[in-house]
T-cell receptor, first 111, second 115 residues
Framework: EDQVTQSPEALRLQEGESSSLNCSYTVSGLRGLFWYRQDPGKGPEFLFTLYSAGEEKEKERLKATLTKKESFLHITAPKPEDSATYLCAVSIIQGAQKLVFGQGTRLTINP | EAGVVQSPRYKIIEKKQPVAFWCNPISGHNTLYWYRQNLGQGPELLIRYENEEAVDDSQLPKDRFSAERLKGVDSTLKIQPAELGDSAVYLC?????????????FGEGSRLTVL
């Protein structure tokens, strides 16, 4: 069964304390991996697309990387405004193509 | 540019009552999605439209859920009758390049509470 698992479920950091979020997947026919940010009471907001192992994308304090089995979202010197839930999603071929989301990591950055 | 607009933002109903959600996608986006998000979980696809055609509705509980996208623009998602387990946030999203890029634009969602 196709599965996307994110860890940890929740992470609390001090401002400036760098860390990484993990997204592991067991899917067939992976076509791409995507990261989204979701603020409370809002819809997810697109961050990155990764298509192949070894690929990296950066945006401000965030960097996403991809291997054959997992992706990492590295956050460097985070600020309180980086607090949000970060969602990972994969696009797969399963008869019809579909986008499958993980359950998210709730990140809190304390000032 | 206006984003994806959804209404209502909040809805509280008694079980067995009907409810409908409306979505206006970003202008020019031909692909429209309805997702359901339970508390603490990621979104789950209910239905995907390419223009006015439903191309993936395999996850839509068809006994009580229905959706339509008239003229390939706005869309409505209906639940009749609602059950306690339907309490969730219903998210609408749209995209212009197709879902392959993974770049979906989401609305703020409609939060449904079934009592």
């Amino acid at each position: 069964e196709d599965q996307v698992t994110q860890s940890p479920e929740a992470l609390r950091l001090q401002e400036g304390e760098s860390s990484s979020l993990n997204c592991s997947y067991t899917v067939s026919g992976l076509r791409g991996l995507f990261w989204y940010r979701q603020d409370p009471g809002k819809g997810p907001e697109f961050l990155f697309t990764l298509y192949s192992a070894g690929e990296e994308k950066e945006k401000e304090r965030l960097k996403a990387t991809l291997t054959k089995k997992e992706s990492f979202l590295h956050i460097t010197a985070p600020k309180p405004e980086d607090s949000a839930t970060y969602l990972c999603a994969v696009s797969i071929i399963q008869g019809a193509q579909k986008l499958v989301f993980g359950q998210g990591t709730r990140l809190t950055i304390n000032p | 540019e206006a984003g994806v607009v959804q209404s209502p933002r909040y809805k509280i109903i008694e079980k067995k009552q009907p409810v409908a959600f409306w979505c206006n996608p970003i202008s020019g986006h031909n692909t429209l999605y309805w997702y359901r998000q339970n508390l603490g979980q990621g979104p789950e696809l209910l239905i995907r439209y390419e223009n006015e055609e439903a191309v993936d509705d395999s996850q839509l509980p068809k006994d009580r859920f229905s959706a339509e996208r008239l003229k390939g623009v706005d869309s409505t998602l209906k639940i009749q009758p609602a059950e306690l387990g339907d309490s969730a946030v219903y998210l609408c999203a749209s995209s212009s390049f197709g879902w392959n890029t993974g770049e979906l634009f989401f609305g703020e969602g409609s939060r449904l509470t079934v009592l």
